[in-house]
């Protein structure tokens, strides 16, 4: 059975840092991209960022230069490191791979 489970989510203020975690089991993590999206209240969901099985990441431009994808194939787990948190990146975090989703971890940027 595949499982995503994300973590690490909470309430932060605006230019504080957190992680979030995503655990994987069922597949082979260590030969799958993994992504996460990020769905603010009223927004669509949109691509956040993404680490190939080679490490090779990449951002979208609203997160570029403040938040860091990584992976731990042998703990079959991803990060996302966010730091310089903004009001504008609350939404509820989602990882993404072998074409299945977690259930999301909500993030919080308010005073």
């Known amino acids: 059975q595949v499982q995503l489970v994300e973590s690490g989510g909470g309430l932060v203020q605006p230019g504080g840092s957190l992680r979030l975690s995503c655990a994987a089991s069922g597949f082979p993590f260590d030969v799958y991209t993994v992504m996460w999206y990020r769905q603010a209240p009223g927004k669509e969901r949109e691509w956040v960022a993404a680490i190939t099985r080679r490490h090779v990441t990449n951002y979208a431009d609203s997160v570029k230069g403040r938040f860091t994808i990584s992976r731990d194939n042998a703990k079959n787990t991803a990060y996302l490191q966010m730091s310089s948190l903004e009001p504008e990146d609350t939404a509820i975090y989602y990882c993404?791979?072998?074409?299945?989703w977690g259930q999301g971890t909500q993030v919080t940027v308010s005073s």
């Open positions: 993404y791979s072998y074409d299945s």
